[in-house]
């Protein structure tokens, strides 16, 4: 294979693709809001515009950058400049001083902001909502790192955040950050209050959570809400439960290998009893089942309360959805 090669007086870059971001966040009237809102100002008259900033450090982070030294590979490209219409484009020490204005305070008023603004933009109403936490092993000494549960590296540092997810749309609608010695309900219900208030005219038609949030305390909260919200949280195997699988008859068949069925619980410790939905896989017959082994078999089983009856095959639609959740948090343990 003949190959030219020659040299060009022109400008190239490898983020010639920025043109489309650049007319998306223009046709959303992304630098607008950002005026909109009360970020910090510049102390000095030569400083970038708080607006800048925030822009720059986005195109950064499309670029690939993960760390502030990154920023300085798109810092140097003049293409990106005139794509955007800069002058000049910030350094690593610029995004430093302006995220240390932060407080908690202000972020908090900053992103509510923030999010009200991004689902005001969408159009539909009658979100599921996905609610999760994870644990992010750190290696230095960060603020709110602590030594708690961690499975894979037992003993290490950690924060432990929780997250909140909407499906629908692939967006993730709420984050705090907590300490590795968190529990994974910890602060749970002003979470769930905070995490609607951003979403403001939205309706949560259905909460999905694990079982890390399967509790009375919870369960009654959300029943007893002024504005109830209907939920699927995966049970916990405790050995009531169990009993309670391998008692059941009546199982009906979705496909093969997979079986659905349905009874009421109530635990010692409840006020009242509570339809769950329990699934069924054999591992011989679908090798990538999921769930709690029980007898050669995974076992899903969900406390689930829904205002409409609805066909029992829409359960397997809503879990096999549920792995959009998990692909946002493995977004976020990479950032």
Known sequence: MQLEISFTDKEITPWGGMVLMQKMLEHIDFKQMLTELDLPKPSSNRGYQPEQIILSFLVSVWCGANKFLHTEVTRHDDVISKIF???????QDTY??????????K????????YQWFFEQLVFDNYT????????????????????????????????PL????????MVANLWLRSGNAYT??????????????LKEKRI???????????????????E???SINYIIAAKFYPPIKRKITAEKVWLKLDEGIEIAETEYKSPTWNKARRMVMIRQEINKRTKATGKMLKSLMMIVFTETTVIVALLQILIYLLSKYGICINREQMWKIV
């Not at 997250?163 to 692939?170: G, Q």
């Not at 309900?185 to 208030?197: A, K, P, Q, S, V």
């Not at 399967?214 to 029943?223: G, P, T, W």
């Open 85 to 91: 219409n800069w002058k000049r484009i910030c350094g």
């Open 96 to 105: 430093k001083r302006f995220f240390n204005k932060f407080s908690q305070k």
């Open 107 to 114: 972020n908090q008023e900053i992103f509510e902001k923030m």
């Open 129 to 160: 909502l996905d609610m999760d936490s994870s644990i992010l092993t750190r290696y230095g000494e960060q603020e709110g790192a602590k030594t708690g549960y961690n499975p894979k590296k037992p003993g290490r540092k950690s924060h432990h």
């Open 163 to 170: 997250m909140a997810f909407v499906a629908d749309c692939r």
């Open 185 to 198: 309900t910890n602060n749970m219900f002003g979470f769930l209050e905070d995490t609607l208030h951003k």
């Open 205 to 223: 038609g259905l909460l999905r959570c694990d079982s890390g949030f399967f509790s009375d305390e919870i369960l009654s909260y959300l029943e």
């Open 225 to 227: 809400r002024t504005s």
